[in-house]
């Protein structure tokens, strides 16, 4: 296993930044070159999303979900999304967890569940279940996240 890092230097600070993957660290220091976007917001973006699913959401201009990510505001999502759609390539139709999936997704991070807890719950979901309710969809994804 790799640790990705990312040294920040300033004049009064050496800041150091973890990743677990390389499409991480990619992505944090694409948002690092957003015009007022520093480190925090860029760690709350990815922490918000998988990278795949981060991508896919600033090329498709969706304001709604980079909206959902806490501390990111409508000005920010569209400055993200102006800076850097040209710069991520097209879209990844298989990172895309679609529509249904994305609220699915914030409903279970509103919550108190972390991103990859929801995602992983949301795999573990019978395809048959996505044409479901979204709350039907979400107790099954509870049953999952808290068995008892």
């Known amino acids: 296993m790799h640790l990705h890092t990312h040294l920040q230097v300033r ?16 992505l944090f220091e694409r948002l690092l070159t957003v015009n007022k976007l520093g480190p925090a917001k860029s760690l709350a973006l990815l922490s918000g999303s998988t990278p795949a699913g981060l991508r896919s959401d600033i ?23 102006f800076d850097l759609k040209d710069k991520l390539g097209p879209a990844d139709p298989s990172a895309d967890a679609g529509a249904g ?10 919550m108190g569940f ?4 929801a995602q992983a719950a949301v795999k573990h979901l019978p395809d048959a ?6 709350e039907d969809r979400v107790r099954a994804a509870l049953l999952i996240l808290r068995p008892e």
Do not use: M
């Open 129 to 134: 279940s996505r044409a479901d309710p979204v």
């Open 11 to 26: 004049e009064d600070a050496l800041t150091l930044y973890g990743f677990a993957t390389h499409a991480e660290i990619d």
């Open 59 to 81: 090329v498709r201009g969706n304001i709604a979900a980079l909206t959902r990510i806490p501390g990111i505001g409508r000005v920010i999502a569209q400055q993200v999304i």
């Open 114 to 117: 972390t991103a990859a807890q």
């Open 101 to 110: 999936d994305a609220e699915l997704l914030a409903w279970l991070q509103a």
